[in-house]
Structure formats: C-alpha cells, structure tokens
C-alpha cells in the first residue's frame, strides 16, 4: 500500500482513506469512504492493499444494501453464486446468501439451531473454520454486512495464518511445508445416537480436497497455515495418532490470542476479509438471547491453493475449479 503518511498511532492514508490498525497481527479499521459510492480505482487499490496487509478490514456506518454489496464485492473480482442458499437470502440477489441464526436449520434434520450449534463446536476449536475449505477452490475473500445485531454478544473473530506460520520453529516450518491434509465437508460435526439425518445428508453432499498444509499467497508470496478446525480430515502419509497430534498443536498455534482480532458488529458494519490467509470463528454467545442477527455474505471466487513445493490442492470428492 502506497502510504500518503502513517501517524503515530500507525494509522495509514492512502486515496483518501484512512486504514487504523486494531491489532497487533490481524485487523483494521477503514474510514473515509461510503462503500456504496461508485469509488475510483485508487480507492480500491487502497482497499485491496489493506486487506492484504491486515487479513480483515472493516468499515462502519455503511448503508450498502443488496446491489450495492454486489457492486462492490465485484470490484475485486468473479462473485460465488451457491446453487442452495439458506431461505432467508434474498431471491433476486443469487450472489447474496443471509445468514439468520435460528432460521438456518430451523427444525430440518430433526434439530434446532441450538442443538446442531453444539454438535458442530464439541471441541473448543472446532468451529474455526475458513469459508468453503473443503472445495478444491475456496473463496479468495468473503464480505459480510451486518443488518440486525443482538445488543451485546455476537462478536466474531478471526486469525492470521501467515503470522501463525511464522510463529512456529524453523524446525517445524519446515517440516510442515511439505505435508498435505485432507479437508473434508462435515468432519467438524458429532454425530446424534442413532439414526441422524444431517450425516445422512453430509454423505449426500459430500465434498472433500487434499489441500498443503501450508500454501502460497498468490498475491503477496507469503506462507499460509492451511489449517482449520472444522474441515481438517487427517495429515496425509502420518499414522491417525500422528496426524491427530500435529493437527492438535498447528490448531493451537493458529488460534493463539496473539494471531487474533475479534470485531463487535453493529447494524451497518461491514467485514472483508482475506479467505485464503484467515481462519473465523462465528459467535455463539448469542444462541441463548432472544435478539436476531441477520448478516449478508458474498463471496469473491478464489484459485486453487499452490504448496511451498508448486503443487496444486487435488479434488477428492465433490468440487471442480469454478464450479459450484
């Protein structure tokens, strides 16, 4: 990012924008721009960098709504259109997909929100996931706009892999670079006793990629943990125990409080971020308050992941480059 001055408090200018740091690693504040403008292309680079710079951008205060979300996410690239959206998305908007809490399961597969929250985060890390990581192409970035809000609670957070990366030995680094993991659709969940029509429904749609354990940003060369707690299957080439143990530490590694940056959304809050470079974790200190939270996602397409010896990921089951 090209920088017009930085301040003492590490705030950049760059096309008009300011860019303020709210971590140490991971996140930044944007202000000094109304994302539903018909912004110039300086202004865009400037965005672009930022993200690339902090993983995770976020502005405030924006009154985008659905075609202006869609006019913006497309300034950075090709949209993701998923051919099955919850209901609550809008029709005429196939890029947008509406996230409502309570409304997503809603009584399907014979449980409600609640119970599939808990099957889902049964471990502490298992809901640190990074959109659509069990394709062969994940998403390069997501952009999530915030319409209702619960008063208090809610909050999301997410973490750098390139510094988690980093943080490890040189022993390790190297170790790892050469290994590669398979990321598959529903590992993440614990299975109801019994008959359960959500597994049932997993092996149906089944979606699964070898991945590298660590990847190469395409844009800023840096090396990326490719690791995350809801899609990692097993280490390729390590016995179970093995895998388990590695998989058990590279999670801690990437979700250390210090790799982390966690945002308190209110109605018009804008969060984009860098899919290839982030893990998230959704909030669930909400499930029990009687608040909604209705939240707007698009997603720019991404490439297939390239490892630190030029492999591409291998699709397993379940997904081709470009088709969703």
Not at 40 to 60: N, P, S
Not at 98 to 127: I, N, Q, S, V, Y
Not at 232 to 246: M, N, Y
């Amino acid at each position: 990012m090209t920088r017009d001055r930085a301040t003492a408090e590490g705030t950049e200018r760059a096309a008009g924008i300011e860019v303020k740091p709210v971590a140490g690693h991971i996140g930044a504040e944007i202000t000094g721009v109304d994302l539903a403008a018909r912004l110039d292309d300086a202004v865009i680079a400037a965005i672009r960098a930022a993200v690339l710079r902090w993983k995770v951008v976020f502005f405030r205060d924006q009154r985008l709504d659905h075609a202006g979300h869609v006019a913006f996410a497309r300034r950075f690239g090709s949209l993701v259109v998923l051919p099955r959206r919850g209901k609550a998305s809008p029709p005429d908007f196939p890029e947008v997909e509406t996230t409502a809490d309570r409304l997503e399961l809603g009584g399907r597969f014979g449980m409600d929100h609640d119970e599939w929250l808990r099957r889902r985060r049964h471990t502490l890390l298992r809901g640190w996931h990074c959109d659509h990581g069990a394709r062969v192409d994940p998403p390069a970035a997501t952009i999530l706009r915030a319409e209702t809000v619960p008063p208090y609670g809610g909050d999301t957070t997410w973490s750098n892999l390139a510094a988690a990366y980093a943080g490890l030995s040189a022993p390790m680094r190297e170790f790892v670079s050469g290994l590669r993991a398979e990321h598959r659709l529903g590992v993440g969940y614990q299975p109801r006793p019994g008959d359960d029509a959500y597994v049932r429904h997993l092996l149906d749609h089944q979606v699964a990629t070898l991945h590298p354990l660590v990847r190469v940003h395409p844009e800023t060369g840096e090396r990326i943990l490719c690791v995350n707690g809801y899609y990692v299957e097993q280490i390729a080439d390590l016995s179970r125990a093995e895998s388990q143990a590695l998989l058990d530490l590279l999670l801690d590694q990437a979700v250390r409080p210090e790799y982390t940056v966690r945002f308190r959304w209110e109605p018009g809050s804008v969060a984009f971020w860098d899919n290839r470079a982030t893990i998230h974790l959704a909030p669930s200190d909400n499930a029990h308050l009687d608040h909604p939270r209705i939240m707007h996602r698009v997603m720019v397409a991404g490439e297939v992941p390239v490892g630190v010896d030029g492999k591409e990921s291998e699709p397993i089951v379940g997904s081709e480059t470009g088709r969703w």
